[in-house]
């Protein structure tokens, strides 16, 4: 009964492919989330959709390209993959207004050889 | 810019003792302040969360944080530490979008 679930937990790839991960929340939430985790551990938030609209960017490489065919799911794809690239990738859903708890998944390693 | 700051990133304490894990934020606002706790090789969960209401806050697993405005600060605490409670914390607080800003994140060791 995962609440938010990413695919996959675990990702090794080599540098230039695309890769995607999947996310899917069934809390009815109607604001999704992708954070990055480096390898320092620190978190900062990438991408948000609210009702399937973007409506955070940060300043992420255009090689990221979020996807939100609804608003149970919010995927990431991510171009011509780099070194730098490699982090854990954690998706996010809570209800858009502020102060709401956000919900995360279990994150996606992805390791860029 | 909006921040947060945590104060130590390792702590270590003795399985029985206080924990206090520290949280500084800058805001001209009282802001949406979270405590969220990482264990190994898993997602973030929520701890505890202050909007507003009560400025001492309870959360799961014993833990709970006070918000003091005139210090700025939001600090975690549990009486008594469990081996289990050994994990990451981070301290983060919410703005527009229900964005959360965290903090660098604390390594708590819990020791025999």
């Known amino acids: 009964d995962t609440a938010v679930s990413q695919t996959p937990k675990y990702l090794v790839t080599q540098m230039g492919n695309d890769k995607s991960i999947k996310c899917e929340q069934n809390?009815?939430?109607?604001?999704m989330y992708w954070y990055k985790q480096d390898s320092k551990k620190f978190l900062k938030i990438m991408f948000s959709?609210?009702?399937?609209?973007?409506?955070i960017n940060e300043t992420v490489p255009n090689r990221f390209s979020p996807k939100s065919p609804d608003k149970a799911h919010l995927n990431l794809h991510i171009n011509s993959l780099e070194l730098g690239d490699s982090a854990v990738y954690f998706c996010?859903?809570?209800?858009?207004?502020?102060?709401?708890?956000?919900?995360f998944g279990e994150g996606s390693w992805l390791t860029v050889v | 810019a909006q921040s947060v700051t945590q104060l130590g990133s390792h702590v270590s304490v003795s399985e029985g003792a206080l924990v206090l894990l520290r949280c500084n934020y800058s805001?001209?606002?009282?802001?949406?302040l979270f405590w969220y706790v990482q264990y190994p090789n898993q997602g973030l969960q929520l701890l505890l969360k202050?909007?507003?209401?009560?400025?001492l806050v309870k959360g799961i697993n014993g833990f709970e944080a006070e918000f003091k405005k005139s210090e700025t600060s939001f600090h975690l605490t549990k009486p008594s530490a469990h081996m289990s409670d050994a994990a990451e914390y981070f301290c983060?607080?919410?703005?527009?979008?229900?964005?959360?800003?965290f903090g660098t994140g604390t390594q708590l060791k819990v020791e025999l």
């Open positions: 202050y909007t507003s209401a009560a400025t």
């Open positions: 809390l009815g939430h109607d604001t």
């Open positions: 805001s001209s606002v009282p802001p949406y």
């Open positions: 983060a607080r919410g703005g527009g979008g229900n964005k959360l800003t």
């Open positions: 959709y609210n009702n399937k609209e973007l409506i």
């Open positions: 996010a859903s809570s209800h858009g207004d502020p102060g709401n708890t956000i919900y």
